[in-house]
């Protein structure tokens, strides 16, 4: 997991982060080994902006992946991912390791199910 947690941090040099000035990096691994990266972008519209651990999962399903392993997201504090996120891992991803961690690369190890106890999914759709 060392070289997805660095990967992560790598990521954060990509951000577009203009008006947070809090760059995020993700990456993700999926079930046949491949690293994808993700950062965050943000948009003068608020609400437009993405969040790196969403950017990495989009775009890992656009390579065509669909099954993954484990996600990184690194950020300057260590800063947990949000609930939308959440639940964007939880729906693509299911119950993953999660490695949250911070610049100086002292991270915790979480995972999907312990983010989002009870989480609403396409079980709850019937």
Known sequence: MEKLIAY?????????????????GAAVLTADGNMIGGCNVESSSYGLTCCAERVALYRAVAEGHSSFKALAVATENGG??????????????????????????KFEETSSSKLLPEAFDQDNLT
């Open 8 to 24: 992560a941090q790598q990521m954060r040099s990509h951000a577009h982060a203009p008006y947070s000035n809090y760059t995020v």
């Open 80 to 105: 947990s991912l949000c609930g939308a996120c959440r639940q964007v891992v939880w729906d693509l991803c299911g119950d993953i390791p999660i490695f949250i961690t911070d610049k100086n690369g």
